[in-house]
């Protein structure tokens, strides 16, 4: 795959940050189709960007064989996102505590705690061939 490919409500790209603004301006150009206000947007935003981000560079090792698919649905006041990988996987429960004294002048570390912190719920799960991420949002 060399550039992105939309299907109705997903978007893949080729495990590249090149392709991070694709995945944004398709997932802001929904929102606002769903009547979203911009501090919904923006927040979803920052969550989908920071798990796409993650989903190359720690899931997919940033290989350019692999795939990061992106789809969005609405479930009456609610939108829900979902980010999958073609990565090994892992334990979210072995996520360190960026708030932990050893961990807070680290450079890196903070973005599944910045998406928990925006959504109202994140759920992790595995995947054949990869992992998935589960963001969920109130519209209002």
Do not use: W
Not at 30 to 44: K, T
Not at 76 to 83: D, F
């Amino acid at each position: 795959m060399k550039r992105p490919i939309i299907s109705g409500d997903t978007i893949t790209i080729p495990s590249s940050q090149e392709y991070l603004t694709d995945v944004d301006v398709f997932i802001e150009g929904i929102l606002r189709g769903y009547g979203a206000d911009e501090s919904v947007i923006a927040d979803i935003a920052i969550s989908v960007s920071e798990l796409v981000n993650n989903a190359i560079c720690h899931g997919n090792k940033s290989s350019g064989e692999k795939t990061v698919q992106v789809s969005i649905g609405r479930n009456g006041g609610k939108v829900s996102i979902t980010i999958t990988d073609q990565g090994g996987g892992f334990d979210p429960h072995n996520i360190e505590d960026p708030l932990a004294d050893e961990n807070l002048l680290k450079e890196a570390g903070r973005g599944i705690f910045i998406v928990r912190n925006l959504m109202d719920s994140v759920e992790f799960g595995d995947v054949a061939g990869g992992t998935a991420v589960t963001i969920t949002k109130s519209l209002n």
